[in-house]
């Protein structure tokens, strides 16, 4: 496998270093039991709505949807900077949503709509990246990672090529699913062809669906959110498809193939599985997911109703697991339901930063709490 052979030479230099540890410990080393600690916590001096964000290199940043502005903040809580955006006329952004820093420290936002921003180190917009053609996307994916910045291009999803409808039924199977736009000179190209191992390459109808994507060294990993696969390409042959692997979830409903298009089932009587982040790394690609609801469960819950939502986490499980570089996957880690939104895994060695879940303790504060986490063996 690519992956076992790409992390086995990463980390072999510190696997011999820990040669003597292991034989010491040779039953820690086969154990691949871990669980989620709370570290530590810092505070934000800010008051507003967290709508999406990131957390890289000792610095993070979150978006507000009310003010249509961002807040960037370190590892003590410190606001470093502060800065709402029009929406139309000179430095107009709308609603930045995803946002990604780059390996220098630039950050970089796309909105709902699909369109791409380069920051200042003072959060003022630098420039609108434009696309050659205008996305027909208007659904974006806050946390979800759907663009990353890669040796001076940005690898995208950004659905319209040639008019392509990204709502089309069949548009996984049909059309290219990324787009890799040079920076300098603004040219794009599609990239990536679903593989044939998902289903949504086959002629049958399912629940719509997203993806997320991430890239390590010259290999593009790729997830659709309502299945557990794992498609891996490889960037220096023209991200020629490689392979898929499963996450194996214990649990993780779905409600299969539909009698028609555009017919949604998840919500409405039951509660699919769903990927809710996705971070591969040089030491582990990380997979965070909620396990879904029953039909009986969700039907006596009446989690139909809009005002239940906030319930779903009473039954069902939020999971971490993440693939070692012995390609071994740890066991099911319970996210517990005061965890929010995870803002980033920069590595298995490294803590990370997690928006504190308020509503779900029931605590009203002039600012904002991210749990420092980190993932400890067993």
């Not at 967290?50 to 290199?57: K, T």
């Not at 996984?172 to 787009?179: A, I, S």
Request: hydrophobic share 35%.
């Amino acid at each position: 496998m690519i992956y076992r052979h790409i992390l086995t030479a990463l980390l072999a230099s510190s696997f011999l270093a820990c040669s003597s540890e292991e034989k010491t410990g040779e039953s820690n080393k086969t154990s691949n039991e871990w669980e989620l600690q709370i570290v530590d916590s810092i505070q934000v001096d800010y008051l507003g709505s967290v709508d999406g964000g990131e957390f890289r290199n000792g610095k993070g940043v979150i978006f507000d949807f009310k003010t249509n502005g961002l807040v960037e903040f370190d590892e003590t809580g410190k606001t470093l900077n502060q800065h709402s955006y029009p929406k139309e006329g000179p430095g107009a952004v709308i609603y930045p949503t995803t946002l990604r820093y780059d390996d220098n420290g630039k950050l970089y936002g796309m909105s709902f709509l699909s369109w791409l921003y380069e920051f200042n180190p003072d959060l003022t917009l630098k420039r609108q990246v434009d696309m050659p053609f205008l996305a027909e996307s208007n659904d974006g994916m806050s946390f979800g990672r759907n663009f990353e910045p890669w040796n001076n291009h940005i690898i995208s999803w950004y659905p319209g090529r040639d008019g392509a409808n990204q709502y089309d039924p069949f548009f996984f199977r049909d059309h290219y699913l990324l787009e890799k736009l040079n920076l300098t000179s603004g040219v794009a190209e599609p990239i990536i062809k679903l593989p044939k191992t998902s289903r949504y390459t086959s002629d049958n109808y399912y629940e719509r669906t997203s993806l997320r994507f991430g890239i390590v060294d010259e290999l593009l990993y790729l997830v659709l959110n309502n299945e557990p696969f794992i498609h891996i390409y490889d960037m220096n042959t023209s991200f020629k498809y490689v392979e898929t692997i499963s996450f194996s979830p214990s649990v993780f409903f779905d409600n299969g193939e539909h009698n028609k298009a555009y017919e949604y089932i998840s919500r409405y009587k039951m509660l699919d599985g769903r990927i809710s982040g996705f971070y591969p790394r040089s030491d582990g690609i990380f997979v965070t997911y909620t396990e879904g609801i029953n039909e009986d469960i969700f039907t006596q819950n009446e989690l139909k109703n809009p005002k239940n939502f906030p319930k779903y986490g009473e039954f069902q499980r939020h999971i971490l697991k993440f693939m070692d570089a012995d390609s071994t996957w740890s066991n099911e880690i319970i996210i517990p339901n005061t965890i929010d939104q995870i803002l980033n895994i920069e590595s298995l060695s490294k803590p990370f930063y997690a928006l504190r879940n308020d509503e779900y303790i029931g605590e009203e504060q002039d600012y904002l709490t991210f749990y420092k986490l980190k993932l400890v063996q067993k």
